[in-house]
């Protein structure tokens, strides 16, 4: 819901709390809440920079971004870091490929 991780499967423990608009990660909730946007977006970049982008802060942010701007809970709880340039679709589906 705030991250895109598949929350089933080998993710299924990664599950923090369930919300009306549906499940957290364990990541991304912090004591039963939901961190801050800009504490996810971070994590976000964190993770595509170990994992994808080969230390290309731009890229990581881009992606983040874009992957962020996806989801039902960042359009309907925006903030500031998810304006800005996004990853291409070809760029985002390369990333996801890497995974």
């Not at 923090?16 to 004591?31: I, K, L, Q, Y």
Request: glycine letters at 10%; aromatic letters at 10%.
């Amino acid at each position: 819901m705030t991250c895109g991780m598949p929350l089933e499967g080998a993710h299924t423990n990664d599950i923090a709390f369930e919300t009306p608009e549906g499940f957290v990660c364990v990541f991304d909730s912090h004591e039963g809440a939901i961190k801050p946007g800009e504490e996810i977006f971070e994590g976000g970049v964190q993770f595509f920079l170990s994992e994808v982008t080969h230390g290309d802060q731009d890229l990581a942010e881009r992606l983040t971004r874009k992957n962020m701007n996806t989801l039902p809970y960042w359009q309907s709880h925006p903030f500031g870091r998810l304006e800005g340039p996004l990853a291409t679709e070809e760029e985002f589906q390369k990333a996801m490929s890497l995974l």
